[in-house]
């Protein structure tokens, strides 16, 4: 471990580790757009700047690693100064007229932009507002009134932007609010492993597209949701109740139960329904911060009237409510029985690999090519086509599975 001091502070932290998740880990607020835990950085936004003693200049955090004896400052005037600076670059091709405005918390959505006559997009109607990481950024370094091309003309404003992506019932894709960070792009590539989104263009043409620039449902993209995650502002978007998700009232962790997995997650509440999901990485070290399709999106299976509010236990013929300490106490009781009685294998979950099957079995693919038995990767689970609504994951055997219930009909 090696000892670094942060504004003052001193702290512990791995050495090597990257300086950007050890000042955010320390409850210190440092803007990041284009980082993503985990990931190599990417150095793109260059809003991560820190001064560091004895090195000439600023540093990105994102690419600098912690090492003993380390001396952060990250609010002094000139590491303010140069934010401002750098993120004042990223704006000038956004629709930002918001983002730097001093009286934005007066506006309401049917109000007329007193600032400027070719305002086009606002915050304030904005299905991400107030859970945009350009828009809380754009509030923490004060860019409020800091506009350097005052006078000059606005890109954004004057040429026409793309219309939005909205083919898929799943996301959709605004290209006009894009920072080009490339997070959604690394996320696709280095995590899912899918490769859907890429970087097109060059200089002032480059821009974020999915497969070779058509409609999202024509590239194969697998719906997790992944870039939804990682996108600092509005450019993907969940499509199902994403203005009901602004107004989310608490989250709840839960367990989705479309596979074995059993994938952690976080679904936001309203009203008691669940109106968005976003994955839960401490839960499940497998899944860890990644859902497949299904998970992600497939929440209104269950209607409200349909959830079980208590424990039911299987006893007097029928089921009966229950406490959960009675239920949890029988769920003991028996799990030991069984184990006392047919030994601890026979305690587990219900599924079991190939490897793992017992001689004599799975004799069915035997004499089948490899591309019968050949399994598709966690996550994978539907897939849109153009002229389809949804395509069932193979069942491991080379047999279709039943589409879910949002593919029929």
Known sequence: MAKLTIDGREIEAPEGAPLVEVIKDAGVYISNLCYINGLPPYAGCRTCLVEIEGMRGLQLSCTAKVADGMEVRTDTPEVKSSRQAVLSLILSYHSDRCLTCHRVVKCKPGDTCLRDNVVTHRCVTCSKNYRCELQTT?????????????????????????????????????????????????????????????????????????????????????????????????????RPNKWAAAQTERWVPTTCTYCSVGCTLNLGMKKGRGVIVRPDSGGNPVSRDQLCVRGRFHYDAVKPSERLAQPLMRRNGGLDAATWDEALEFAVARLAEVREKHGPDAVGPGVQSQRRRPPGQGRRHQGRGAAHRRQRPLGRAVRLRPGVAAAAPGRGDGRPRRPPPFARG
């Open 138 to 238: 754009c509030e923490m370094l004060e860019m409020a009134g800091y506009e350097p091309w005052e006078g000059e003309e606005r890109t954004y404003y004057q040429l026409e932007q793309p219309e939005p992506d909205r083919a898929n019932p799943f996301l959709e894709f605004d290209p006009q609010m894009c920072i080009i960070c490339t997070r959604c792009v690394r996320a696709c590539d280095e995590i899912r492993h899918t490769g859907a989104i890429t970087l097109a263009g060059r200089g002032f043409e480059s821009r974020i597209e999915f497969g070779a620039g058509g409609r999202v449902d024509e590239s194969n993209c697998d719906f997790c949701g992944a870039c939804i995650d990682v996108c600092p502002t509005a450019t993907l978007m969940e």
